[in-house]
């Protein structure tokens, strides 16, 4: 009987002392990284993806303490897809309840791919759920703003749509898509392939915006860019229109003239050789991979467009020369 006793003695204790470390656990606010965090649930998701994704995104230290608390509530089965907007910290319980009562943020604004700064700055400008904070800015007091250590704003901020609430400022978004870049491209450049003639992964991201700028198709992308590396290791131009056109400014009218292409400034890489100094426009992750894991080198130094989005690729200047005159010439 002494057993006995002691064991539901034993028994309660633990029971007490569980029951206690939960309540502190579901009441001790998460502090949450990188506010505003945004939280993407996908549909299907169950209480276990959801914690391992809260861990993943370091939004808890573990996933069971979550998982038990969320099954002893009996709602673990009531998760509801969509963006959830976190501002500031908020404990396990609250963050729960959130996610079963679909507290999800419905306003979003979306960055393309190839888009300029100037075009992001312009759709900032015309949203109208968002505090305008850095619309009289320069573009060198928004990179100070948000905390970039960058001269130069083009290409630094990640294209893809941001979900926020009312309370958000332009600033605010920014700083997010800045913070998303660093994070993709520093996660890519650790998987580079070997050889390339990069010294920082901000050279690789100039030559991702070109990537970009050259072609919209996704299997192309590997191929432009393995051309590209091919003419900077012999030391040839990259003789690309794209970068002429971002040198051109407001006076490109939407075509490239021969004396444009003579006109000698720092992004015209008809008259300069390597790359330009800066990014040309935000490229996306495709691009970004392709700048970093080109295709296997096939030779290939030029490429023409034939009319439909698609290019020709050649190793000779005869057959580009020949290829032009096919499809730009419409020779046969």
Known sequence: MRLVSRLTLLATILAIAGAAWL????????AIPDKPHALVVKPGSTIRTVARQLVEERMLEEPWSFMIMARLTGHAADLKAGNYLFDSDV????????LTNGDVTQIGITFIEGWTFHQMRDELNR??????????LSDAEILRRIGASEPYPEG????????????????????????AMHQ??????????????????????ILASIVEKETGKTEERPKIARVFLNRLKMGMRLQTDPTVIYGMGESFDGNIRKRDLLADNPYNTYTRSGLPPTPIANPGMGAIEAALNPDMDTGYLYFVGKGDGSHVFSKTLTEHNRAVTRYQLGKN
């Open 91 to 98: 404990s396990p319980y609250r963050l729960f309840g959130m």
């Open 127 to 136: 949203h109208e759920g968002i505090k305008h904070l850095g619309m009289g």
């Open 23 to 30: 309540w502190h656990f579901s009441q001790t606010p998460l």
């Open 184 to 205: 993709k491209l520093d996660s890519a450049w650790q998987t580079r392939s070997p050889s390339l003639p990069y010294a920082t992964p901000y050279e690789a991201l």
């Open 156 to 179: 630094l901020f990640f294209p893809d749509t941001y979900y926020f609430s009312s309370s958000m400022s332009d600033l605010d978004i920014l700083k997010r898509a800045y913070q």
